[in-house]
């Protein structure tokens, strides 16, 4: 199935498809530096020819890269074309991207190891990048999800490799037509020179098709970076997104503007949480509605199809559906249940440094937080376009996990999934709502059973009530001091009351489980993921991080900033309170734990310095928060400023000053797009984005009464990149992360109330 050619069948051309310029041409590269047994999904048309899978040429010079990662707004395209423009020595105004299907080839890697424990049976043997047991994996099952920020250390080096070897090849063209060395020859700006002479790869591609690449790949000495620190890279970007124009006039295609001929429109209702099963609709109420094509009826949902969405939605209305099952879910009972497992559950065990719990026998202090369910609110609810003709299935749709939710679509109507033909297109938004594939499945049932094209998208409602939540947590931490020491941390314990959300999401991903299942499955499991970051990032010799699992009767899922952003929160709220129990100065507090970990000092020094840090005083309304992602040498981290206040409505944050050391900095503004980017949706969990349960339906059902940030609300954001020289790291979920604890801490300052609880406010005042 070649599925570039089922793609020209639609009535956009497959170069609106894609970001930046059109693809024509061709230069024709064997297989020789990556593996044979894997297939390039790069189908090329007559006078194109692609290396090896990773990109393309043209014989007009056009350089178009393959991105196997999802567009969900945080500009991957952009940066997986920049590394291999500057590795290949292109102008960037050649360069185009284009998405591509699930492969072998695409294998994300670091991502299958970092959930090993989800798939694996010898997650220690198989949790490293470098593990054969993580590839072998990875490939053969087309893994190239994209989350937990692997873009970069997954796809970076074989596309540099790529790109390499295609800039070798060109010179070496060149090089026998000047009868040089091809090695004396530079290849930048898209042309290839040696002295005055000068060719573009345009004029080179057929013959540089006849060498061999260099084995290895001639890589420059420098990759793809900028420098963080100049402020006319905000003005004007050496590297601006390649998606930004078509986004801007409204060309960019997500999986709801496919249109093909015949398509319908379908809108859908789900059984509130703990009634799955339809049991009773009016059928006889929508007899001769005008524009309504069929009824699909399935044991847990009813869709109506029709000419347009709207009509199917108010069929939907008209039809009443009725479901059955246990009692719906009541969150407030739930919440409570995660409370009282602090003093009725077991805890387990999930990390241990020193001998804590001789320390901890009588701690010195002992607070609680906790985190509220909360949702992804993402601008695109869940969508999909799914063609079905008796044999091929052609699935339009953000996903990302394709491969899996190729599978998914499959299983789900009785095909094989070679039978399955992805489309992948951007995602409006995810938090990593698109992980989960539920609509996937319904979109292909819905398209089997009416015959005809069709395009699925969730009401709000639904999407509120059937993505997974992220997990609600309650979080004891324990701290003994220091004798005669002015407040430093002997010893630090923290309990985590929650489901083994990662294990249920992993049963959901990898096993095809319904969430119901998938929650029975990971009962009682102790989830070492679901605790990622609640060691703290300091220097403390006695640390201990253990698990209450309980079970909850709605599912939870993957959500930006994972179990770090609720971590930090809880962690960064207590080294607060420690700091002011010892009558010091939150960042000096900080400083002081922070030897031997250079990095994050100079980060934590930085943010208070561009804030104006003024210690912390009560009443100034500035808080302080710190975080990291990944290890001291080769991770991420944030030290953040908030200036907030309570006002009319609620908090009022005015001021947010960021400092952030991320290693290498690839793309100076993607950069500081996604680290504002998570300082604003860590505002928005700070004072809301989280809903309740009452009868199985999410309350509130709405975007407008989430409590999310307007641009009114916005505050100022002031970032500072710092230079590096550690490995480049993905910044998308550190905002997250910081910003709630160090809002928190801002209104501590500015009221004397400490709030415990994400959403702030949400236990009054």
């Known amino acids: 199935m070649d599925w570039r050619a089922k793609l020209d069948e639609l009535p956009v051309t497959r170069r609106q498809l894609i970001a930046g310029a059109a693809v024509g041409g061709g230069l024709a590269v064997a297989w020789w530096l990556w593996p044979r047994r894997y297939s ?117 080096q074989p596309m540099r490799e790529a790109a390499a070897s295609a800039r070798a090849m060109l010179a070496m063209a060149a090089a026998e037509r000047w009868e040089v060395d091809w090695e004396e020859c530079e290849v930048e700006g898209g042309l290839v020179r040696h002295g005055e002479r000068q060719l573009d790869f345009g ?27 100049p402020a006319e890279a905000e003005l004007d970007p050496v590297f601006p997104r390649l998606d930004l124009p078509a986004k801007v006039d409204g060309s960019f295609l997500f999986a709801g503007d496919i249109r093909l001929p015949g398509l319908v429109y379908a809108s859908i209702r789900h059984g509130p949480l703990g009634k799955p099963d339809l049991s009773a609709f009016e059928a006889g109420a929508v007899e001769g509605l005008r524009g309504l094509v069929g009824v699909v009826k399935s044991k847990r949902y009813l869709a109506a199809v029709a000419e347009s969405w709207w009509i199917a939605e108010q069929a939907l209305k008209k039809m009443r559906p009725v479901f059955a099952g246990p009692p719906a879910v009541e969150s407030a009972a739930a919440l409570e249940a995660l409370e009282a497992a602090h003093d009725e559950v077991d805890p387990e065990r999930i990390r241990e440094v020193g001998s804590p719990d001789d320390l ?25 376009t799914a063609r079905f003709d008796g044999d091929t299935l052609e699935l339009w749709i953000a996903a990302q996990a394709p491969e899996l939710t190729r599978r998914a679509a499959a299983r789900a109507i009785g095909i094989s999934p070679q039978d399955v033909v992805l489309y992948p297109t951007a995602a409006g938004g995810s938090f990593d709502a698109r992980l989960e594939r539920r609509h996937a499945i319904e979109v292909a049932q819905i398209a089997k059973q009416i015959g005809r094209p069709v395009n699925l998208t969730w009401p709000r409602v639904q999407e509120l009530q059937s993505v997974p939540v992220r997990t609600p947590v309650s979080a004891r931490l324990e701290a003994a001091f220091l004798p005669a020491s002015g407040g430093r941390i002997a010893a630090w314990r923290s309990r985590l009351a929650m489901p083994a959300t990662v294990h249920e999401f992993g049963r959901r991903l ?116 710190l975080a990291r992602f990944g290890s001291p040498e080769s991770g991420g981290c944030i030290a953040c400023v908030a200036q907030a206040a309570l006002g009319e409505g609620g908090v009022r944050v005015r001021r947010l000053h960021a400092a952030v050391d991320i290693g290498r900095v690839v793309n100076h503004d993607i950069a500081r797009q996604q680290i504002e980017g998570g300082l604003i949706l860590g505002l928005s ?10 009868d199985g339906k999410p309350v509130p059902g709405r975007l407008a009464g989430l409590a999310l940030p307007t641009l009114a609300d916005s505050p100022e954001i002031v970032v500072e990149l710092l230079a590096s020289d550690a490995p480049a790291f993905d ?30 406010l949400s236990e009054g005042l």
Request: glycine content about 8%.
């Open 731 to 760: 910044p998308g979920e550190l905002g997250v992360a910081v910003a709630p604890p160090a809002i928190a801490n801002a209104l501590y300052s500015a009221t004397g109330v400490r709030f415990r609880r994400l959403p702030l």
């Open 40 to 156: 390039s999904p790069l189908a090329p048309r007559p006078d194109e020819r692609d290396f090896g899978g990773w990109m393309t040429i043209g014989s007009d010079g056009v350089v178009t890269v393959a991105v196997p990662q999802l567009e969900m707004g945080q500009g991957v395209t952009t940066l997986l074309a920049q590394v291999v423009a500057v590795e290949l020595g292109a102008d960037w105004r050649q360069i185009a991207v284009e998405p591509v299907p699930p492969s072998g080839l695409y294998a994300n890697v670091p991502l299958a190891a970092k959930w090993a424990p989800l798939w694996s049976n010898l997650p220690s043997l198989a949790g490293d990048a470098d593990s054969l047991l993580a590839e072998n994996f990875a490939r053969a099952n087309a893994f190239a999800a994209t989350a937990r920020g692997c873009s970069l250390i997954a796809y970076e």
């Open 360 to 384: 901890l026998v009588r701690p010195d202090y002992t607070q609680s937080y906790s985190v509220a369910p909360g949702v992804h609110a993402t601008i695109e609810t869940a969508s999909a």
């Open 685 to 694: 969990l700070a004072t809301g984005s989280s809903v309740a349960y009452e």
């Open 510 to 625: 990898f096993d095809n489980k319904t969430p119901q299942a998938a929650m029975e499955h990971a009962a009682g499991e102790a989830d070492a993921l679901a605790c990622e970051g609640a060691v703290p990032p300091y220097r403390i010799d006695h640390v201990a991080v253990d698990h209450l699992p309980v079970t909850l009767p709605f599912p939870t899922g993957q959500m930006r900033g994972n179990a770090q952003a609720y971590n930090a929160f809880f962690s960064e709220s207590f080294v607060d309170e420690l700091a002011e129990r010892a009558g010091r100065d939150p960042f000096l507090y900080r400083m002081e734990m922070l030897s031997g970990l250079p990095r994050m000092a100079d980060t934590l020094r930085r943010a208070t310095r561009l804030a104006g840090w003024d210690g912390g005083r009560r009443g100034t309304g500035q808080g302080l928060a």
């Open 203 to 229: 004029a080179l591609v057929a013959e540089a098709a006849e060498f061999d690449p260099p084995d290895p790949a001639p890589l420059r000495v420098q990759p793809a970076s900028e420098d963080p620190s």
